[in-house]
């Protein structure tokens, strides 16, 4: 296992806007992310949660280069994706970084044999010889615990679970640091889920992968990630280690996630829900975002834009509570 | 049949037509819905949850669906044999359904009140006027704000959450003594899930209906439900009160579920998690059909298929080693 000090991810600042409105209409901009800050260290997994809409799948495409930030930077092993020299260091990084997505479904090609899928970012690299690539899909197969004749199948042959470890095996394919799994098991069952989660978790410890695991289930994300994010609206509301963040949520959103959470324990308690939806992107509430369901909200929330600060080692929130208490401080 | 069952399966097995011929969705299904009370159904993709509920109300397309036995009673009628014409009026009348996708489940071109009114000019006759004058009433019932406005508006007008409570005010319109309600929270983010299902607690208590509640979501039926039906590849497994569930589950399946929703709670630990697949259909297996992925398979289990047994009051098990090391002794 690569054992380095070296932070796989650094975000800073990150900002996405979009063109929004169709043909004949002059586009308005809509800004999906607002400032984001975060690590992620090398064999680490940043759990990044939030609801539709939140921008967490947008920071994930970003992270691998499918979309171009409009503002901040991001450095990929130390090396600057969105400055000036973006397209050679981030073809020097390419291989390091890879996908998996929510749909195994419509992540695999229906026409192409699995073992094909499997080898195509191979041969797209372009560094192995026929005999080394069908020796190396063997190798991955086993490794995501498919049977070795499965490079000859089609996707159809093979149940949601089975496809995403075909989708995890092809973006083990060219030996990556640092995975972006965007909802990987939302689509499966139960009992498929802890099968998903539990292989990461193995090849994570294997290979120290980092993973950014973005998930609106907060149950998975507990169980495998060391610290957690949570997104609303397009910001970065808090960022705590996992076991903090789940037994003491400081920020009014993420209590109220972790509250709606329905429990498998017929005798909690239900806390009372909070009123109202996740504010449109296009007219988007002023000050604190959350302002309009948090049951805590004070003027200045509506005002004041509240920003993530460290109020403990490894805690950052961005709420007008914790930012209130510090400035009257002496 | 129980005093106060609502709705009887007897029996019930469910086919659909394949390349390979007729083939089980459901078989041996045997459940009542009482008056008044939350039934929850659970169970993972392929266990017949839905097709469990869209039986009830006989939605299957003929001709590659067929009933091939069992009776689902109400008012000491026979749904699967009655008339098409009086199915319609249990339809939206006795019994009514909300889907787990609202966006698909509306009209786009009809408004709001239209489609919540629908359902009452035909089966309680009302005039257009009436009808949109319900309708405001109903969008109230679900805490939608701003009723008389939103009536006039387009589905597209709509967020997730509010086409889903329109839904729910179709559904209830004409006062059903029966909400199926068929993983009507699934497409819908968390905040707006607890809201919804708060809705539905509220109205359930408000109106006097029984809800069946269809989740693949141990935690919303935990939250929800009264009882608990577990099905597993077209099988009911387990069912009890859901205390009983939750606090002593014996099917090896249902343990399974628990274990591996439960260990979440430690970062970092391994899931535990039950091996293999959901079998399709029309896979033979012999005797039980979870023996497969069973860690606690014995001979036994692949002789015969296992019947579902009473282990104690409301608690019943389809595991044939648990049902006998629990049942009590037959004298």
Same mark, same amino acid.
């Not at chain 2, 606090?247 to 099917?251: L, Q």
């Given at each position: 296992m690569p054992v380095t000090s070296e932070t796989s991810v650094e975000v800073r600042d990150l900002t996405m806007s979009f063109g929004s409105g169709g043909a004949g209409r002059r586009p308005t901009m809509v800004q999906v992310l607002h400032d984001l800050t975060f690590d992620i260290g090398s064999a680490e997994t940043l759990g990044l949660v939030g609801e539709s809409g939140s921008g967490k799948s947008t920071v994930g495409r970003i992270l691998v280069g499918l979309l171009k930030p409009t503002g901040g930077s991001v450095r990929l092993f130390g090396r600057?994706?969105?400055?000036?020299?973006r397209a050679a260091n981030f073809a020097a990084v390419r291989s390091r970084v890879q996908f998996v997505f929510q749909d195994p479904h419509a992540a695999?090609?229906?026409?192409?044999r699995v073992g094909h899928s499997i080898a195509e970012p191979i041969d797209i690299a372009g560094k192995h010889s026929r005999r080394d690539r069908d020796d190396r899909v063997r190798q991955l197969l086993e490794l995501v615990g498919?049977?070795?004749?499965?490079?000859?199948?089609? %996707? &159809?042959?093979?149940?949601g679970g089975q496809r995403q470890r075909i989708v995890i095996a092809r973006a083990l394919s060219l030996s990556p640091d640092f995975v972006v799994c965007d909802e990987?098991?939302?689509?499966?069952?139960v009992s498929m889920q802890a099968q998903i989660v539990n292989l990461l978790m193995d090849l994570q410890d294997r290979f120290g992968l980092s993973y950014l695991f973005i998930a609106h289930d907060m149950t998975v994300v507990r169980a495998i990630a060391r610290r957690v994010a949570v997104m609303y609206a397009g910001s970065i509301v808090e960022i705590a280690r996992n076991a903090d963040l789940y037994a003491d949520p400081l920020h009014p959103y993420t209590r109220a996630l972790l509250d709606a959470m329905p429990r498998p324990d017929p005798t909690r308690i239900r806390p009372r829900t909070i009123p109202?939806?996740?504010?449109s992107l296009l007219a988007p509430p002023s000050g604190c975002r959350f302002h309009t369901r948090? %049951? &805590?909200?004070?003027?200045?929330c509506r005002d004041e834009s509240p920003r993530l600060l460290?109020?403990?080692?490894?805690r950052q929130v961005a709420c007008h509570l914790f930012t209130a208490a510090e400035t009257t401080e002496p | 049949m129980p005093a106060d069952a609502l709705v009887s399966i007897r029996d019930l097995t469910v086919q659909f037509r394949t390349d390979r011929g007729w083939v089980s969705a459901i078989e041996d299904i045997s459940l009542d819905i009482n008056a008044g009370e939350c039934l929850g159904v659970v169970g993972e993709s392929g266990s017949g949850k839905s097709v469990t509920a869209l039986s009830i109300l006989r939605l299957h397309a003929r001709g590659?669906?067929?009933?091939a036995r069992g009776s689902i009673m109400l008012d000491g009628r026979d749904l699967l044999r009655a008339p098409e014409r009086d199915l319609r009026r249990v339809r939206g009348g006795d019994i009514a359904m909300v889907f787990q996708d609202p966006m698909s489940s509306l009209?786009?071109?009809?408004t709001i009140a239209d489609q919540i009114s629908e359902s009452l000019r035909l089966h309680?006759?009302?005039?257009r006027a009436e009808g949109r004058s319900r309708a405001i009433e109903l969008l109230d019932l679900v805490r939608i704000a701003d009723a008389p406005r939103r009536a006039?508006?387009?589905?597209?007008?709509?967020?997730g959450g509010m086409r889903q409570r329109v839904m729910i005010a179709i559904a209830i319109a004409c006062r059903p003594r029966l909400l199926i309600a068929d993983?009507?929270?699934?497409?819908?983010?968390v905040t707006i899930q607890a809201q919804i299902l708060e809705l539905l607690r509220d109205l359930r208590a408000e109106l006097g209906m029984a809800v069946m509640m269809i989740s693949h979501d141990l935690g919303v039926i935990a939250e929800f439900a009264h009882r608990v039906v577990v099905m597993y590849a077209g099988r009911i497994v387990e069912q009890a009160p859901v205390g009983t569930l939750f606090?002593?589950?014996?099917?090896p399946y249902t343990e399974g579920l628990m274990t591996s929703l439960r260990?979440?709670?430690?970062?970092g630990q391994r899931l535990g998690s039950i091996p293999g697949r959901v079998p399709d259909p029309d896979e033979s297996i012999p005797g039980c059909r979870f023996g497969p992925r069973c860690?606690?398979?014995?001979a036994v289990c692949r002789a015969a298929v296992p019947a579902l047994v009473s282990?104690?009051?409301n608690h019943d098990v389809r595991c044939t080693p648990r049902s006998q090391a629990l049942a009590p002794a037959c004298l």
């Open positions: 600057s994706v969105t400055g000036a020299d695999l090609n229906p026409r192409i498919l049977p070795r004749d499965s490079a000859d199948r089609f %996707p &159809h042959e093979f149940s990987p098991v939302s689509a499966l069952d109202g939806e996740v504010p948090c %049951p &805590h909200v004070m003027p200045r460290e109020i403990a080692p490894g | 590659t669906a067929r009933a009209n786009p071109v009809l309680q006759g009302l005039s006039d508006e387009y589905p597209h007008r709509l967020s993983e009507p929270t699934t497409a819908l983010d606090s002593a589950p014996r099917h260990g979440r709670d430690i970062p860690a606690h398979v014995e282990i104690s009051e």
